[in-house]
């Protein structure tokens, strides 16, 4: 069965600009959350996606918003980019259980 | 407020040693324990998990220990292999609040052949 899988794995943009990020949970899986990793703040809770609805949310602002598609695709959006930004974002999807899997992640860097 | 925390940021072991990795948490209502391994640029792999009815699962090489009263889990790796080396995260998570993992900040593993 194949993983999780996030597109792009690399992004470059200025500050200013918005970006959009993709990932495609295992086959099946119906939750997908989205975590930040940073150096100092570590893995944080972005917000978690089920049967399209948001049900979940972390102490992120409004310029960090996603949605996830009938398929359980699910893509994460940041208007508006800041230097703190650059980060490694992380898409985790989730069957029933409570553990859940990481995809690759896609290295945002903000210039 | 960092509700889970590994105070080791990192930790050297030599190969065939046991390895033993610490974390402590604050928030008395999560009750599912999860441990990640992570290998730079690539995302973290989920290796063993433990609810709170339970004060030990294993897995393999891979033991982890829950002490409820004292907030406190702890991955023991045994024997370590150089293979091991990365860094490990210990998550939780709350009953209702599912698929919402608090991490600690990871605790660097090196296993020294």
Not at chain 1, 48 to 55: K, L, N, V
Not at chain 1, 56 to 84: A, C
């Amino acid at each position: 069965k194949a993983g999780v899988t996030q597109t792009p794995r690399y992004l470059i943009k200025t500050r200013g600009q918005q970006v959009t990020l993709s990932c495609s949970p295992i086959s099946g899986h119906r939750s997908v959350s989205w975590y930040q990793q940073t150096p100092g703040q570590g893995l944080q809770f972005l917000f978690e996606y089920f049967s399209e609805t948001q049900r979940n949310k972390g102490n992120f602002p409004g310029r960090f918003s996603g949605r996830q598609f009938s398929n359980s695709r699910s893509e994460m959006n940041v208007s508006t980019l800041e230097l703190g930004d650059s980060a490694l974002y992380l898409c985790a999807s989730s069957l029933v259980s409570d553990t859940q899997y990481f995809g690759p992640g896609t290295r945002l860097t903000v210039l | 407020d960092q509700q889970v925390k590994q105070n080791s940021p990192s930790l050297s072991v030599q190969e065939g040693r046991i390895s033993i990795l610490n974390c402590d948490y604050t928030n008395s209502m999560f009750d599912y324990f999860l441990w990640y391994k992570k290998y730079p640029a690539e995302g973290p792999t989920f290796l063993i998990s433990i609810s709170s009815i339970k004060d030990k699962n294993e897995d393999g090489r891979f033991t982890v220990f829950l002490n409820k009263s004292a907030k406190h889990l702890s991955l023991h790796i045994v024997p370590s292999q150089p293979g091991d080396s990365a860094v490990y995260f210990c998550a939780a998570n709350r009953m209702g609040s599912n698929y919402k993992l608090t991490f600690g900040k990871g605790t660097l593993l090196t296993v020294n052949p």
